[in-house]
């Protein structure tokens, strides 16, 4: 393995660096860490979009694609460098499920008429997008799934209900599975289709989460036609295409980053708090704590860097049981680490963001989103069911 950047990528890092740290600054004090403030209010959605099109006009969104369909062919390593550098100045302006997710999905196994409809709007920042997969009896298990799609005509008629949507309530377009076979059982008979969310016969009511915002929704689907050429690949074999976008950005770098730009603010505050006459950073409880941080912060960063090396090397499916293993790491770790920060933060640990309260009182927030971390997108146990199966041979438990 060979941590060393080229002078070209160092370049690059840089150019991102003066970017993030810049326009960041520019952040609105409620902006925070979260998509729990990215998704929940007005003022934090405005300025993810208006970071969204600087970033497009630096190509930035779509570098990673290939030139014809607007991107530049960069190779994954200068994708990992992007997110390394977001991840630390908590930056704005990508769409977790359009750039993130949607995008690199499409280009493997999209039509070359879907790639030339939904690819240039999303380098473009002009349309932000869902992800419609979990229901209120399929989370865990998602191929038990029974939102239902029936051919009619030239669309398909979906019925049916979706939860935990993050973001739908500000979506232009979903991607979303359904059953378009029920005499097929679990994962075959499943099509993945793109949604217009402006469909007639979508209802999207709010869920408000532990700590009072909007981020989750539930989306009903009445009678929606989907028309039949935005389903992406073969009829039944969505589960394919679902379970490809599990491949992309699986280093979790964005997390382990974030949690080093946390940890410095953490040690400058140690550094100049003083309790019982003696600056914190004295304590060698709290020392052995933040120590105990950067360790496990470093190490994570060090795994992040072997699964996209691993990646480059022998393509994005070699992720595999290292993604379920950083995923685990990076949101157990995320939820130590601000619980931590609010036990040497003592009681002003509780106290909810505003100007007056010690670091802006992000722990309050960031205490109860770090418990929903661990599951969205597959829980620590099923990850950790993955690495059973994947790396230790043992047998599937489900
Ligand atoms: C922050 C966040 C964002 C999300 N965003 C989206 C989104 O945008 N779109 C979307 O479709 N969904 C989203 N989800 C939903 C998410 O994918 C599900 O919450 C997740 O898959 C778990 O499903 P569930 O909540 O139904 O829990 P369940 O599957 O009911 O699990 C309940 C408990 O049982 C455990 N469990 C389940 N199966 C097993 C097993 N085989 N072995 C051991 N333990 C098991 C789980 O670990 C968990 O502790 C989001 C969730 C969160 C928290």
Known sequence: ??????????????????????????????????????????????FHKKMAKKLAAKGWLSRAWPREYGGQDAPLIEQFIFSEVQGYYRGAGVDPWGVGMLAPTLLYGGS???????????ARAELFWTQLWSEPGAGSDLASLTTRATRDGDDY?????????????????????????????????????LVDMKSPGITINPVLSLEGSHLFNEVFFDDVRVPARNMVGKE????????????????????????????EELVEFCKETKRGGKPLAENPHIRHK???????????????????????????????????????????????????????????????????????????????QSISLNMGGGTSEVMRNLVCSLALGLPRSW
């Open 290 to 368: 933040l120590a105990q941080l950067a360790i496990d912060i470093e190490t994570g960063r060090a795994f992040a860097y072997f699964i996209v090396w691993n990646q480059e090397k022998h393509g994005l499916i070699a992720a595999g049981s290292y993604a379920a293993a950083a995923k685990v790491l990076a949101t157990e770790l995320n939820q130590r680490f601000s619980y931590i920060g609010c036990e040497i933060l003592g009681l002003y640990g509780q106290v909810e963001y505003s100007k007056w309260a010690p670091l802006n009182g992000k722990y309050e927030k960031e205490y109860l």
């Open 1 to 46: 393995m060979d941590f060393r950047f080229n002078p070209e990528q160092e370049a690059l890092r840089k150019e991102f660096d003066d970017f993030f740290r810049e326009e960041m600054a520019k952040a609105p004090p409620e902006w925070g860490t979260s998509m729990e403030a990215m998704f929940g209010l007005d003022v934090c959605w405005e």
């Open 112 to 122: 070359d008429e879907q790639k030339k409809e939904h690819l240039p709007p999303i």
């Open 157 to 193: 008629v979906v019925n049916g209900q979706k939860i935990w949507t993050s973001g739908a309530h500000r979506a232009d377009w979903g991607f979303m599975i359904a059953r378009t076979n029920p005499e097929e059982k679990r994962s075959r008979g499943i099509s993945f289709f």
């Open 236 to 263: 039944n074999e969505g589960w394919l295409a679902s379970q490809m976008m599990s491949n992309f950005e699986r280093s979790m770098i964005i997390l382990f980053s974030f949690l080093r730009r946390e940890l």
